[in-house]
């Protein structure tokens, strides 16, 4: 029993030490925010909704005191935050609108999505994009534009 106590507690040890070796400490995934939206068309309005999921990869960098050092202190870094926003009007079943939407954050962004007149705003910390719905394309201040990355693309 004493043997076995001792195989399970080397295995347990041996398999935190070398998750802790791993130079990824974390992904998140999956956070969902569904909003519905109406905007105005030919003085008709046309409702439509946004659909955001998140993902976050979570690095480690090494702390630079510790340069050369075998025992290197590990300190968190700033997140890589992917987010797919799927923008449908139901106006066509078969047709969506995607952005992936790309940046490097923090532990604490604060990520909300406004409606405007003409579509939405998608509000990171001091820093903001602006959706138009009824021309599908997106537009970023000068000053936000070495901040987000975007990708687009239909399905149909």
């Known amino acids: 029993m004493k043997k076995l106590i001792t195989i399970l507690s080397l295995a347990t040890l041996t398999a935190f030490a070398g998750y802790g070796q791993n130079k990824n400490s974390g992904v998140m995934k999956a956070t969902t925010q569904l909003k519905t939206f109406t905007v105005s068309e030919n003085g008709k309005e046309k409702e439509y909704s946004v659909k955001v999921m998140e993902r976050r990869n979570y690095t480690m960098e090494l702390d630079s005191k510790d ?23 139901d106006s066509d079943p078969n047709y969506d609108d995607y952005m ?3 940046y490097k954050g923090s532990e604490r962004n ?10 939405f705003d998608i509000n990171v910390d001091d820093r903001s994009m602006h959706y138009n719905v009824l021309e599908s394309n997106y537009l970023i201040d000068k000053k936000d534009k070495s901040f987000f990355i975007i990708e687009e693309f239909e399905s149909e």
């Open 100 to 102: 992936v939407l790309k």
């Open 110 to 119: 604060n990520f909300e999505v406004v409606q405007t007149d003409n579509g």
């Open 67 to 89: 340069k050369g050092m075998v025992n290197q202190d590990r300190k968190p870094s700033s997140a890589y935050v992917t987010k797919l926003v799927a923008i449908d009007s």
